[in-house]
């Protein structure tokens, strides 16, 4: 009997696995993400350095990256939230900021940088992507805000998605 309950636990997280892999694939149209562990610790001692990291981790569709990088000033993303919302809304960002090329579009931040917890930097952000429908290469600018958290470590807070409409289909 035991065994019997133990095993119908087993089919309904098969299951569920399933449900959650064909919603995630479906959000990303298809493209693999990986929540694999990240070999590395992440490089977040400055905002720059958040942005970098956090869209070269998107880029890869590196979920466990991303959610490092992703943050308040309490820290990050991953310490802080329930690890299965925490992936439902990670694909949705990846998706939104994949990109073939990003570049900054000013030479410093908007608002400077300071070493306090709580305190924000806000970064103009250019990102291009090729349609794979038409061939055609797209760009949009979007703003970017980190915060700094504990112990002087940069999260990128923020993403305005609004400018991407186009980047995820």
């Known amino acids: 009997m035991v065994r019997s309950l133990i095993a119908g636990a087993r089919v309904s997280r098969s299951r569920l696995f399933v449900v959650a892999a064909l919603w995630s694939l479906a959000a990303c149209g298809g493209k693999k993400v990986t ?4 070999p590395v ?4 001692s400055t905002p720059a350095g958040a942005i970098d990291g956090f869209l070269a981790a ?3 569709r590196d979920l466990v990256t991303m959610g490092a990088l992703w943050g308040t000033d309490k820290g990050s993303a991953r310490d802080q939230m329930k690890a299965d919302e925490l992936e439902k809304r990670l694909v949705i960002v990846q998706c939104k900021v994949d990109h073939s090329s990003w570049k900054f579009v000013e030479d410093r931040p908007r608002m400077p940088p300071a070493t306090r917890t709580g ?3 806000e970064f ?4 291009r992507i090729k349609d794979a429908a038409g061939g055609r290469d ?4 979007t703003t970017i805000v ?3 958290g504990p112990e ?5 807070q923020s993403v305005d998605m609004a400018p991407l409409g186009e980047f995820c289909r």
């Open 58 to 60: 998107a880029k890869a």
């Open 41 to 44: 610790a992440p490089k977040n």
């Open 124 to 127: 103009g952000v250019e990102l």
């Open 138 to 141: 797209i760009s949009a600018r």
């Open 152 to 156: 002087a470590r940069w999260y990128v």
């Open 35 to 38: 929540s694999a562990p990240a």
């Open 119 to 121: 305190t924000t930097a």
């Open 146 to 148: 980190t915060v700094v």
